[in-house]
């Protein structure tokens, strides 16, 4: 069992978090401020909000495990990974946030049936959609934060998951976005300053940066190669197929994208691409190194993985323990990745909320509920959202890494398409942005469930799903009547990012 | 990595409503 400074650690980190919470509270008086803070993000906490809502516990996990397993070939994902903060806000971000300041967009469910000009079917389809990957990404996390808590406390995994799951639901449900976006503040520090400490400990630990590299090779020549030759995972073409439906993917993640909204002023996008590209992609590569020193403590006999599939996911938990040989420096640990577990999460699940109230209750089924019903929607839903997952994770799906492949396939095959033809392409029509996404989806399960039961496709199964999206939002907007050019204009479509001078 | 921060640059110097 854990000694007292670890619990003393874990609960200080619980504590200020819905400390944070209720700060938060006294200032949301209306949905605005519940769902998108008010429209009040400055630059550190727009960049860090960025951060800490892209990178999850998952990814914590897992890079190392990938670098562990794969050696080099891997790197590709902290280039395009990253990348999905720049993308969002380049591509994204300036445009829908132009817009945003004349029509007070809150959820990009607005904006899709603004553009369109189709108030309910885009509408419900998208918000339906984007509820739907939403919840498969948020019970990966929670398996996440389970791993690393019943590691460090040897505790039962339903008493992880609560104490997990109580704590963000907390301060999420009572501060909204404003909880949301201050809380990743704390919690990106964390994360950033926990594995710049942490990473080059295993590292010098494993006998220092080139030994490891040195020992990778003599190990399997293809841990050093910058890619796989052809017949193995990794090959180039697979590599870039994989490396664009992480950018894009993540890019019109809903709990991503929709953070453009809540910025304050559209000065910041000058630099936020560069330091949440850059800030994040530091982090990245130090766990990475530290699953590539995993390879040789593991070959050296330092320590022995446990016997499960996803045995290479617990590789960071083992380096730690190995190399740093006080019980209270792992809880830091584990308030790094409850920091970022809880940074997506509670982003999630405000997301769901917004979906839900927002756009179906608000939007479609009743257009004249006051603020108050709206906003009290929205808790309830969070919280709801909260307990659906947790019994979802109680019993994980044996197919969870394949379920967050295919919940993040589906992101990119469902809007992408709609939202750069939206914003760019002024034939686009609503007829072909409903088909698109309805095709884009379906066929992301088909390809999906393909790749995955009957054969290995030579590029990642999203890249199908989105040609199939992008040849029908062709087709069948050249097909149809295009919408007025008054609703082109308000929404500022066309080939340009920045809006030209009125 | 390089190339990518190099590009980020250049749309910081340029971003100009």
Same mark, same amino acid.
């Given at each position: 069992?854990?000694?007292?400074?670890? $619990?003393?650690?874990?609960?200080? !980190?619980?504590?200020?978090?819905?400390?944070?919470?209720?700060?938060?509270?006294?200032?949301v008086k209306?949905?605005?401020?519940?769902?998108?803070a008010?429209?009040?993000?400055?630059f550190?906490?727009?960049?860090?909000?960025?951060?800490?809502?892209?990178?999850?516990?998952?990814?914590?996990?897992?890079v190392? /495990?990938?670098?562990?397993?794969?050696?080099?070939?891997?790197?590709w994902e902290?280039?395009?990974?990253?990348?999905?903060?720049?993308?969002?806000?380049?591509?994204?971000?300036?445009k829908?946030?132009?817009?945003?300041?004349?029509?007070?967009? $809150?959820?990009?469910?607005d904006?899709?049936?603004?553009?369109?000009?189709?108030?309910?079917?885009?509408?419900?389809?998208?918000?339906?959609?984007?509820?739907?990957?939403?919840?498969?990404?948020?019970?990966g996390?929670?398996?996440?934060?389970?791993?690393?808590?019943?590691?460090?406390?040897?505790?039962?995994?339903?008493?992880?998951?609560?104490?997990?799951?109580?704590v963000?639901? $907390?301060?999420?449900?009572?501060? /909204?976005?404003?909880?949301?976006?201050?809380?990743?503040? $704390?919690?990106?520090l964390?994360?950033?300053?926990?594995?710049l400490?942490?990473?080059?400990?295993?590292?010098?630990?494993?006998?220092?940066?080139?030994?490891?590299?040195?020992?990778?090779?003599?190990?399997?020549?293809?841990? +050093?190669?910058?890619?796989?030759?052809?017949?193995?995972?990794?090959?180039?073409?697979?590599? +870039?197929?994989?490396?664009?439906?992480?950018?894009?993917?993540?890019?019109?993640?809903?709990?991503?994208?929709n953070?453009?909204?809540?910025?304050?002023?559209?000065?910041?996008?000058?630099?936020?691409?560069?330091?949440?590209?850059?800030?994040?992609?530091?982090?990245?590569?130090?766990?990475?190194?530290?699953?590539?020193a995993?390879?040789?403590? +593991?070959?050296?006999?330092?320590?022995?993985?446990?016997?499960?599939?996803n045995?290479?996911?617990?590789?960071?938990?083992?380096?730690?323990?190995?190399?740093?040989?006080?019980?209270?420096?792992?809880?830091?640990?584990?308030?790094?990745?409850?920091?970022?577990?809880?940074?997506?999460?509670?982003?999630?699940?405000?997301?769901?909320?917004?979906?839900?109230?927002?756009?179906i209750?608000?939007?479609?089924i009743?257009?004249?509920?006051?603020?108050?019903?709206?906003?009290?929607?929205?808790?309830?839903?969070?919280?709801?959202?909260?307990?659906?997952t947790?019994?979802?994770?109680?019993?994980?799906?044996?197919?969870?890494?394949?379920?967050?492949w295919?919940?993040i396939?589906?992101?990119?095959?469902t809007?992408?398409?709609?939202?750069?033809?939206?914003l760019?392409?002024?034939?686009?029509?609503?007829?072909?942005?409903?088909?698109?996404?309805?095709?884009?989806?379906?066929?992301?399960?088909?390809?999906?469930?393909?790749?995955? !039961?009957?054969?290995?496709?030579?590029?990642?199964?999203?890249?199908?799903?989105?040609?199939?999206?992008?040849i029908a939002?062709?087709?069948?907007?050249?097909?149809?009547?295009?919408?007025?050019?008054?609703?082109?204009d308000?929404t500022?479509?066309?080939?340009?990012?920045?809006?030209?001078?009125? | 990595?390089?190339?990518?921060?190099?590009?980020?640059?250049?749309?910081?110097?340029?971003?100009?409503?």
């Open positions: 069992m854990a000694d007292i400074t670890t $619990i003393a650690i874990v609960t200080i !980190y619980c504590l200020l978090m819905i400390g944070i919470g209720g700060w938060a509270s006294k200032k209306n949905t605005e401020d519940y769902l998108v008010g429209r009040s993000l400055g550190w906490v727009f960049v860090l909000l960025m951060v800490g809502t892209v990178c999850s516990g998952m990814s914590l996990l897992g190392s /495990g990938l670098g562990f397993k794969f050696g080099w070939p891997t790197i902290q280039i395009f990974v990253p990348l999905s903060i720049a993308f969002c806000i380049i591509f994204f971000g300036v829908l946030h132009a817009i945003t300041r004349e029509t007070g967009y $809150i959820t990009v469910q904006y899709l049936a603004h553009r369109y000009d189709s108030p309910m079917t885009l509408r419900t389809l998208s918000a339906i959609a984007g509820i739907i990957v939403s919840f498969v990404y948020l019970v996390q929670y398996t996440a934060i389970a791993i690393v808590l019943m590691w460090l406390f040897e505790i039962p995994l339903w008493l992880a998951l609560i104490i997990a799951t109580l963000v639901t $907390i301060y999420t449900t009572i501060g /909204g976005l404003y909880a949301v976006a201050w809380a990743a503040l $704390i919690q990106s964390i994360l950033i300053g926990g594995v400490i942490m990473a080059p400990i295993i590292i010098f630990y494993a006998g220092g940066f080139t030994h490891v590299n040195e020992f990778m090779a003599s190990v399997d020549p293809n841990l +050093v190669q910058p890619w796989m030759p052809g017949g193995m995972v990794f090959t180039p073409s697979y590599l +870039v197929s994989f490396g664009i439906l992480l950018m894009i993917g993540l890019a019109c993640a809903p709990h991503v994208i953070n453009v909204l809540a910025v304050k002023d559209a000065r910041l996008f000058k630099w936020a691409p560069l330091l949440g590209f850059l800030i994040y992609g530091v982090v990245m590569f130090l766990l990475k190194f530290a699953g590539f995993g390879i040789v403590l +593991v070959k050296e006999g330092v320590f022995t993985l446990p016997d499960v599939a045995a290479q996911d617990f590789v960071i938990l083992y380096g730690i323990q190995n190399a740093i040989p006080h019980i209270a420096l792992w809880s830091i640990f584990a308030v790094i990745v409850l920091a970022a577990v809880m940074s997506t999460t509670d982003r999630l699940m405000l997301t769901i909320g917004a979906m839900f109230s927002w756009d209750y608000k939007k479609i009743r257009p004249d509920a006051p603020d108050k019903q709206v906003l009290l929607i929205s808790k309830v839903v969070v919280v709801l959202s909260a307990l659906v947790m019994i979802l994770a109680l019993n994980p799906p044996e197919m969870l890494a394949f379920l967050i295919m919940g396939g589906i992101m990119l095959s809007f992408a398409v709609p939202l750069l033809a939206g760019y392409w002024r034939r686009a029509t609503g007829t072909a942005a409903i088909v698109s996404m309805a095709l884009g989806l379906i066929s992301a399960g088909i390809f999906g469930a393909y790749y995955q !039961y009957i054969e290995k496709l030579p590029l990642h199964f999203s890249f199908y799903a989105v040609l199939v999206s992008l939002m062709i087709i069948v907007s050249l097909a149809t009547e295009p919408v007025s050019e008054k609703i082109l308000e500022k479509t066309g080939w340009f990012i920045r809006c030209p001078e009125k | 990595m390089i190339i990518i921060t190099l590009l980020l640059l250049f749309w910081g110097f340029f971003y100009q409503n």
